[in-house]
């Protein structure tokens, strides 16, 4: 692969600045949300069970730190773990599709089904099968990330510009030099659509996962706030969860202007 | 340019079908080593069928004979043997300047960082000394053909297929490609079959004018351009130029009509 950052004139400074500016500008409209919400609560007087402040939630938050850290940890690795198995097996097998069309025709009918299966009934199967495991809340994650990734990385393979082919083709490229050196990166940016829709579903399917049963993470602290009848718990596991959220989908965008630089235009 | 010697591509009773079209309907052509042969026709006559079968991208009618240095050829067998231009550059946008130009020779396998460097060497040759390291999209239209010419060149091919590279660009920028392929042609000593629909640019490039008829495509006319070489831009209004370019137009002329003419047929 020869996809490298485009970013040569840039100075290491900007290169830096531009970096984290996705993920200022999230961490920003997150405050601003905190702030607006908080002079709401005052102002009409709304409460505390109804709709705490949001500094209540946050000095929450501070008083056990540990438990909230831990629980994010805790969400984050499951989501990590399936995520990222989810994005591979949907890049590795929407490239198979691509290929072969025998498989197109009788496994992706399977995998439509499979995605009629609510999460939360595909979520009793799994921790029947995996315990209350941090496989299981990674395989869930799985469940749900994998789909998009294959839907756009076979719609990707499917994009490209059949002038292009004939070129390489010309040059005496076989199949699998087209696929790396031209369908892949042609589906590059179709493949981080996915991802980025991924990485938000996959979060959910995390936090729905610990309610089977766990003990740490952030899904278990929602629940606990509930069956505790605690308002501000609730909505502390809830900022915690839109934090992780954020950061996971920045990350993602991140990586995708070093790599998609070139702005997903094929010509 | 002797008799003698063993053409470089000889096309006999060339025929192509698409389901119920006829596109091209026995072409007779032959390309000697080192000639510089242009294409002219009406749109749609098969002109680029002619070329992505030249290049193996597509299987002639049987009953097509096409000989290949001497040796008589299926089209598959001429993948990776002719360095083909299709009309876009087709750049990848992924890639800069240098790792476009070496996409052949990579394919090819040949060692990356000596291909890099030859790129490199050739670079202001093409006019790109400086834009090694620029992407597609950072590149104006003429720039980015040129990339793409410097692509076919380094695909070191005897036979050279240019299918209408300058048919996007402006007319000045167009007029300045012309000479500078002239110049690099006469430099790397290839063949060349070049497609325009400008006859001008047909004239004034090659060795060799043909002239197609319209569908599906034959060759109807075939006349020796007999200008010195090098070829300067007044050239174009030399008497043998324009003797020339009437006689080539007018056969296109007819062939238009049979296109675009109420039943002429």
Redesign the interface.
């Known amino acids: 692969m020869t996809v490298q950052a485009n970013m040569a004139g840039a100075s290491p400074v900007a290169r830096r600045f531009g970096a984290v500016l996705p993920l200022l500008k999230g961490v920003a409209a997150l405050a601003a949300v905190l702030l607006a919400v908080e002079l709401i609560v005052i102002l009409f007087g709304i409460r505390p069970y109804v709709l705490p402040r949001p500094s209540a939630v946050i000095e929450a938050i501070l008083r056990t730190p540990a438990a909230y850290r831990d629980a994010i940890i805790r969400t984050g690795l499951e989501t990590l773990m399936g995520f990222g198995a989810g994005a591979l097996f949907g890049i590795w097998i929407g490239i198979a599709f691509s290929r072969l069309r025998f498989l197109r025709e009788t496994v992706f009918p399977i995998f439509i089904v499979s995605q009629t299966i609510p999460v939360i009934a595909f979520g009793a199967l799994v921790v029947m099968w995996f315990g209350n495991t941090i496989l299981a809340k990674a395989v869930i994650v799985f469940y749900l990330t994998f789909f998009p990734v294959t839907v756009n990385a076979l719609l990707g393979m499917r994009a490209v510009d059949e002038k292009q082919v004939q070129l390489l083709r010309s040059f005496g490229a076989s199949e699998r030099e087209i696929m790396r050196k031209l369908r892949f990166p042609t589906a590059l940016p179709h493949i981080f659509v996915a991802l980025r829709i991924a990485s938000a579903l996959g979060l959910a399917g995390a936090v729905v996962g610990e309610w089977f049963g766990d003990t740490t993470g952030l899904g278990v602290l929602l629940l606990q706030g509930m069956y505790a009848e605690n308002m501000v718990a609730i909505w502390a596991s809830i900022l915690c969860s839109a934090v992780l959220g954020v950061a996971f989908f920045s990350a993602i965008g991140l990586a995708e202007k070093r790599i998609v630089f070139w702005g997903g235009e094929s010509t | 340019m002797t008799p003698a010697e063993e053409p470089i591509l000889d096309l006999r009773k060339f025929s192509k079908t698409f389901g119920e079209v006829q596109a091209l309907d026995g072409v007779e052509l032959t390309v000697q080593p080192g000639e510089f042969v242009t294409v002219v026709g009406p749109s749609g006559c098969g002109k680029s069928t002619l070329f992505?079968i030249v290049?193996?991208?597509e299987e002639p009618d049987a009953g097509s004979v096409m000989r290949f240095e001497g040796q008589s050829v299926h089209a598959k067998q001429l993948?990776?043997?002719?360095?083909?231009m299709?009309q876009?550059?087709?750049?990848?946008?992924?890639?800069n300047v240098i790792?476009n130009a070496i996409?052949?020779l990579?394919?090819?396998g040949a060692n990356r960082a000596e291909a890099r460097a030859e790129a490199q060497r050739m670079l202001p040759e093409f006019g790109l000394a400086g834009f090694a390291?620029k992407?597609?999209?950072e590149l104006s239209g003429g720039m980015r053909q040129r990339v793409a010419l410097m692509r076919t060149f380094m695909?070191k091919r005897d036979l050279m297929l240019l299918d209408e590279p300058f048919g996007a660009l402006d007319a000045l920028t167009r007029t300045m490609m012309q000479r500078w392929l002239l110049e690099v042609w006469q430099k790397h000593k290839r063949t060349v079959l070049f497609i325009t629909h400008d006859v001008d640019e047909a004239i004034f490039l090659g060795d060799k004018v043909l002239v197609m008829t319209a569908r599906p495509g034959a060759i109807k006319l075939e006349r020796k351009v007999d200008l010195p070489r090098p070829r300067s831009a007044d050239l174009v209004t030399a008497p043998e130029f324009i003797s020339l370019k009437r006689e080539l137009l007018d056969a296109i002329e007819e062939e238009s009509m049979k296109t675009f003419g109420p039943s002429s047929h």
């Open positions: 992505n290049a193996g991208l993948l990776g043997k002719v360095s083909f299709p876009r550059d087709l750049l990848l946008a992924w890639r790792d996409l052949p990579e394919i090819e390291d992407y597609p999209h695909f």
